[in-house]
C-alpha cells in the first residue's frame, strides 16, 4: 500500500478568528491522497512517533484542519485506511505553532 504524505506539509498556521488572550491556533494539514482510501488517521503529538495530542479520523482525502494547537511543536502523520486495513505512516513532519 501506497503511504500518504510523501509529500506531507502544513498549509497555514494562524492566530484565532477571536481570541483576546492566548489561545488554540487554527492549523491545516495536508498529504497525498492514497488512491482506494476510505479515509485517513492523522496522529499528532508533542515528541517524535507520539499520538499525545489527536489520533484522529477524516474522510478528507487530502487535508484535515485541527484547531486545538496551543503555540509550540508538533510532530504529525497520516495514515491511510484502505479496505479496512491502517496503512504505514506516512513520513513524521513537524510544525511549530507560533505564539498569538
Given at each position: 500500500?501506497?503511504?500518504?504524505?510523501?509529500?506531507?506539509?502544513?498549509?497555514?498556521?494562524?492566530?484565532?478568528?477571536?481570541?483576546?488572550?492566548?489561545?488554540?491556533?487554527?492549523?491545516?494539514?495536508?498529504?497525498?491522497?492514497?488512491?482506494?482510501?476510505?479515509?485517513?488517521?492523522l496522529e499528532i503529538g508533542t515528541s517524535a512517533s507520539a499520538?499525545?495530542?489527536?489520533?484522529?479520523?477524516?474522510?478528507?482525502?487530502d487535508?484535515?484542519?485541527v484547531y486545538h494547537l496551543f503555540p509550540g511543536v508538533y510532530y504529525w502523520r497520516v495514515r491511510a485506511v484502505v479496505a479496512g486495513v491502517l496503512g504505514s505512516p506516512s513520513d513524521e513532519m513537524v510544525v511549530h505553532v507560533p505564539a498569538a
Open positions: 500500500m501506497r503511504r500518504p504524505g510523501a509529500r506531507g506539509r502544513v498549509l497555514s498556521t494562524g492566530a484565532p478568528l477571536a481570541a483576546p488572550s492566548p489561545g488554540p491556533t487554527p492549523v491545516t494539514f495536508a498529504w497525498d491522497a492514497v488512491g482506494g482510501a476510505s479515509y485517513y488517521m499520538t499525545n495530542v489527536t489520533n484522529t479520523t477524516t474522510g478528507r482525502p487535508l484535515a484542519l
